[in-house]
């Protein structure tokens, strides 16, 4: 339903994209995760034909961005990061300006109306103006507008930003519901919401893409943000030598633990091969009391941080 | 089409939902009702040709409020990126917008009717340079809102706009001034086919000249060309 190729956007002499391809199907929703600035909102505008890409090519259900924005813009809804509101207009006249905008006929308009305003649980505003709504409504009045005229693809720029932790559960509900039969890119901060929601995770920075992967995808392939925690009675430079002897430890950080003489609190970076824990394990056996010995499996938080950190070390060396 | 009545039933709606349209038809009627008093009542002239002269300098004065938040009102409040990405094309924005504004003026003008009144009760007004004098000024406004649309569209800061505009329109006005200064037959050709205020004294006098019609739609359709490739540029 949106299939990006080979897109760069530049302005100027300035590459703000470079040649980012990729591919959200039908009953989709892919989370677009990046540190502010890494080219989100920009590569989110060229899908919505806001703006065109300088080269490559993008297709919104089958209908190129380039010269059918038009006829793509009929199957799309979007919201901006900021929902284009216009605050002088009560919700019920706003709604239903986008719907005639989009197409809707009218003896349906009054129905699709009902229909968003229910899922974004609009009804008690419908008819105050947008300027007197609070922060979570004007998020929501924005999603209710990009779901008018049943969209095939729905483009979503931090659509949670500003809600409480019901409304927030609700949103998640709508978008979730939404993805089950149509294609949804999601852009977002908050990692557990991709990690709830979304089906693959595609990570941005700098304008490149830089993995593309389900969640737990990512996290298999990020060995190297796999650790063993362990909490230990030893002295702190014996102990980092013998763990740094064992086979797959990578680096050994040793914090001491207030309250008891020598507990320590280890961090060994290891790589992903299986029996790590016993051999580390066995390495301190018998010199000094372990306490806990924990493998840390990779979250989504250190894959996104490991991804973005490299390409930032790459751009410093 | 549907897309042009949408933004134009929008544009209406915003009009009158802020205090800018009341401000300005309150404003612009009281101008014209102290204009006309002054003129038919101490002046003795028992004719609109002076009242159309002053309403249309205080036109282009109050155009620029009208026009200013047309696009940087969009652009400020982030709803242009909603207006881009619907399926409209971008002559569809402009025109809604433009008869949205249109629509604006029409209803300032059609409200100074109400000046007639005593001109016919008391006085025997010619009926034709009345009406002549009434299109000009619609043609004047709709060249006006168009030009002061178009720059509306290159700035995100509505006073900006508005401080593009004023002295554009007033240069446009008193372009034909410059003729006293020009002996090149050319260029006083020139000074005087481009002003909107030579052009309107046409209208004023009972002339209804193809020229100065061609003239103000020309204006307006070139600033409205303007405007709809600008657009099409920024995407």
New interface residues.
């Given amino acids: 339903m949106i299939a990006l190729e080979s897109v760069s956007k530049r302005y100027g002499s300035r590459t703000i994209i470079h040649d980012v391809s990729f591919t959200v199907g039908k009953g989709e929703i892919v989370g677009f995760l990046g540190p502010n600035g890494a080219g989100k909102t920009t590569t989110m ?1 060229m899908i ?5 890409a300088t080269s490559g090519r993008v297709t919104v259900a089958g209908f190129d961005m380039a010269t059918q924005n ?2 793509a ?2 199957k ?1 809804g ?1 919201v ?1 990061e ?8 009560d919700v019920s ?1 706003y709604l239903r ?2 719907a ?4 809707v006929p009218s003896r349906g308009i009054s129905r699709d109306l009902d229909r968003v305003m229910s899922a974004c649980r609009l009804e008690s505003v419908a008819r105050r ?1 947008i300027y007197k709504l609070s922060k979570g409504y004007r998020q929501r009045v924005g999603l209710a ?1 990009a779901l008018l005229g049943r969209p095939e693809v729905l483009l979503l720029d931090e659509p949670t930003a500003g809600l409480d932790p019901g409304q927030i559960q609700e949103t998640r509900e709508v978008i979730r519901a939404f993805g089950e039969k149509h294609a949804v890119l999601l852009s977002t901060h908050i990692l557990p919401e991709v990690t709830l929601i979304c089906q693959r995770v595609a990570i941005i920075n700098q304008g490149r893409l830089l993995a593309i992967d389900s969640p737990s995808g990512l996290q298999r392939a990020s060995e190297q943000t796999n650790s063993v925690h362990l909490e230990i009675t030893a002295p702190a430079e014996p102990l980092r030598e013998a763990l740094l002897g064992v086979d797959g430890v990578r680096a050994v950080s040793v914090h001491p633990l207030p309250g008891r003489d020598l507990l320590q609190s280890v961090e060994c970076q290891v790589d992903s091969r299986e029996g790590i824990e016993a051999r580390i394990a066995r390495s301190v056996a018998g010199q000094w009391e372990l306490h806990r010995l924990q493998r840390q499996q990779p979250t989504l938080e250190n894959v996104f941080l490991r991804y973005v950190g490299d390409t930032v070390r790459g751009k410093a060396a | 089409m ?2 042009v ?3 134009y ?2 544009e209406l ?2 009009y009158f ?2 205090p800018i349209a009341y401000f300005v038809v309150s404003v612009f009627l009281l101008g014209t009702g102290y204009f006309f008093l002054y003129n038919i009542f101490l002046t003795g002239i028992g004719t609109m040709d002076e009242t159309f002269q002053n309403m249309g300098i205080l036109l282009l004065t109050l155009i620029p409020v009208i026009t200013m938040r047309l696009f940087s009102g969009e652009y400020s ?6 207006l ?6 971008p002559w569809q924005i402009v025109f809604g917008k433009y008869l949205g504004a249109t629509t604006m003026l029409l209803l300032m003008t059609g409200a100074t009717a109400i000046n007639l009144i005593p001109l016919y009760l008391y006085g025997n007004p010619e009926t034709k340079t009345i009406l002549t004098g009434y299109i000009g000024f619609v043609l004047l406004g709709m060249a006006c809102l168009a030009v002061g649309q178009f720059f509306s569209s290159l700035t995100q800061n509505q006073i900006i706009a508005a401080l593009i505009t004023v002295p554009v329109l007033l240069g446009f006005w008193f372009v034909g001034h410059l003729q006293t200064f020009q002996t090149d037959y050319i260029l006083r050709g020139l000074f005087g086919y481009l002003s909107f205020a030579l052009h309107f004294g046409d209208f004023i006098r009972g002339l209804l000249r193809s020229e100065a019609v061609v003239f103000y739609l020309v204006v307006s359709a070139i600033a409205l060309t303007l405007n709809i490739s600008y657009l099409q540029w920024r ?1």
């Fill in positions: 505008r919505a034909g806001f703006t065109t038009e006829d813009a009929r799309l979007y901006p900021q929902p284009p509101l216009y605050d002088v207009l006249t300006f986008v005639k905008v989009k197409g103006e507008q | 549907n897309g009545l949408a933004i039933h929008k709606q915003t939902r802020s409040g982030r709803t242009m990126e909603l881009m990405t619907l399926p409209l094309k995407r």
